[in-house]
């Protein structure tokens, strides 16, 4: 589907007001060009002797009131056009943002949120612009074409073939020069998108740039890349300047030739004043606007690149999708299943091989091991980030490729190494599970979160806005925070990935109640390199290199002599902390 279909897709679900708007700007333009024979009547009337003054006063008359009805039809019709273009840029924005949400995990983990930002700020200006242009300004410049290639006919035929072939010459022209402005327009758009990408890696991140003093480094490495955009801008303006050249000297050349015909009919008397009138206004109204039409058509050049990034986006297809009939998953135990599971990001380098694992309902099972073992892989699996791409994953029986992504996410509750916070209040924050939920909830909340004591000690409590990502709290907060979102969402199966890796033993330990708190009753899993987090785990995984390498208690694993867990037990205890 072409980028046009696509558009006319979202303005033709509101075709009443989309046809109704069209012929209120054909008519508009019609009675525009309709004053234009007031002129002709007028200098008629002062070229002919001893003309009645009421004449004149009807003419006069006649010629506002055309205008007049003409403005207020163009108006009313500028006034539906809006209706339905408004109407589409919303559906449009909403699909755009929901589609995203679709998407795997992989395709959000290797984009920069700077360059997605900056295509749908282009991409929804450019909905409105494509309308705008074509909708409106094309239409109103096709009126005036037709009308004056009748008219023109009406008074002499080689009137009427200059503006045949000006127009044929300059769209010809323009296809070429358009097609030139559009590739140096792509050009410019990546390298935008670069230069947004860097600037919001540098707002996000702005802390690390602080950390290792690199605010000089950032400020180069812009300075770098934005000799690149100028380049690219300059290569851009160029395409703009030799479009107005050759379109410029075509409509001289155009109108010089109307003119001499015109006094070439004049003097052989064909012509009277007020025919010699109507034509030089008519040409002297049309040519502008033929110049209009190539900027027009720039823009709608320029809108269709933005455009087409946009919408495209639509295109896009998630390896992970629901089966056409996926079944809701609801009531969950809390029984899992991983059965010969084999999995690999890239082919030929498998991160899981071969693995079995069961976990019975409201059993406590830590995953364990060093970094690239694949434990928090595992996690991703359960919850269909990725597809796996040998075995299945079942959940109280049932395999998760049978259930649609989100009835099974919803089963589950993720407390993760980093939250990721919404640039909102803590309460908001707390209750995003569930938004309608009581204001008492969200204080029993934190308080099971051991959250509560620090908010109430805030001059706005869970009002008080955590800015952008969270970063108005420390990391242990931002951790208790998400438990207290885990336990609002009250899912049968509860995860803790590495949620304690990064924080001081007070916030561990802080930490490490509130959870056990929420997981009380619950199937869950924990994540974690950090064993003394794993102790009080019903079962303990040990994964080494996408297999079970052993399994048991915290008690009967530290028994065992030679075992990877007691080693890696070891030198935690001796202050070391292995990855």
């Known amino acids: 589907m072409n980028i046009l279909s696509k558009f006319y897709k979202y303005i033709w679900r509101y075709r009443r007001t989309f046809i109704a708007g069209s012929l209120l700007i054909i008519i508009a333009q019609v009675l525009y060009n309709l004053s234009t024979y007031y002129i002709k009547f007028l200098t008629d009337a002062v070229n002919t002797p001893n003309t009645d003054p009421l004449t004149y006063v009807n003419i006069i008359a006649g010629f506002i009131g055309v205008q007049v009805v003409g403005m207020v039809v163009g108006v009313f019709a500028w006034t539906v056009t809006d209706v339905y273009i408004l109407q589409g840029a919303r559906d449009l924005r909403i699909e755009v943002l929901t589609h ?68 044929l ?118 040519y502008p606007q033929m110049y209009n039409l190539i900027f027009r058509l720039r823009e709608i050049a320029k809108n269709h690149t933005d455009l087409e990034k946009y919408l495209n986006v639509l295109d896009l297809k998630p390896d992970v999708q629901d089966k056409h009939n996926a079944s809701e998953l609801g009531n969950v135990v809390g029984r899992i299943e991983f059965k010969d599971i084999e999995f690999a990001y890239k082919q030929g380098n498998d991160i899981i091989k071969g693995l079995n694992l069961k976990i019975e309902p409201n059993q406590s099972v830590a995953l364990v091991g060093t970094s690239g073992a694949g434990k928090s892989t595992l996690v991703k699996l359960l919850l269909r980030f990725y597809d796996i791409q040998k075995g299945s994953i079942l959940v109280d029986g049932i395999d998760i490729n049978d259930v649609t992504k989100s009835s099974l996410r919803a089963q589950i509750g993720l407390v993760p190494q980093e939250p990721v916070l919404f640039n909102d209040t803590i309460g908001y924050n707390i209750a995003y599970p569930n938004p309608n939920v009581s204001k008492q909830r969200i204080i029993e909340a934190a308080r099971l979160a051991n959250l509560n004591d620090f908010i109430e000690k805030l001059p706005d409590k869970y009002e008080t806005e955590v800015g952008e990502r969270g970063i108005k709290l420390s990391g242990g907060q931002k951790q208790r925070l998400a438990i207290a979102r885990v336990f609002l969402a009250d899912t049968p199966v509860v995860v803790f990935d590495e949620a304690t890796s990064q924080l001081d033993s007070f916030s561990e330990k802080l930490i490490q109640d509130a959870f056990w708190r929420i997981a009380k009753n619950k199937t869950t899993i924990i994540i974690a390199h950090r064993l003394s987090t794993v102790m009080r785990a019903d079962r303990i995984i040990v994964i080494d290199k996408g297999l079970i390498a052993e399994e048991g208690t915290h008690q009967e694993l530290t028994k065992k002599k030679g075992g990877l867990y007691k080693s890696l037990w070891d030198m935690q205890r001796g202050g070391l902390l292995v990855e």
């Open 100 to 167: 995203l949400h679709d998407l795997d995990f992989a395709y959000h983990a290797n984009k920069k949120s700077g360059s997605l930002i900056s295509m749908i700020r282009r991409g929804d200006g450019a909905f409105f612009s494509f309308n705008h242009e074509i909708n409106r300004e094309l239409l109103m410049i096709l009126v005036d074409f037709l009308f004056i290639v009748f008219a023109f006919a009406a008074l002499d035929y080689r009137l009427t073939l200059v503006v045949l072939v000006s127009v």
């Open 169 to 286: 010459i300059m769209l010809s022209l323009t296809r070429y020069l358009l097609a030139r402005n559009i590739k140096a327009r792509r050009y410019f758009n990546k390298v935008e998108d670069d230069i947004s990408g860097i600037i919001a890696d540098n707002l996000i991140n702005f802390e690390t740039v602080k950390f290792f003093a690199k605010e000089k480094f950032e400020h180069n490495r812009l300075i770098d890349k934005f000799k690149e955009w100028y380049r690219r801008v300059w290569s851009y303006t160029y395409s703009f300047r030799e479009i107005e050249v050759v379109t410029s000297t075509l409509i001289i050349i155009s109108m010089a030739v109307i003119f001499v015909i015109c006094l070439d009919l004049m003097q052989k008397g064909i012509f009277n004043n007020g025919e010699f009138i109507l034509v030089i206004t008519f040409t002297v109204r049309f």
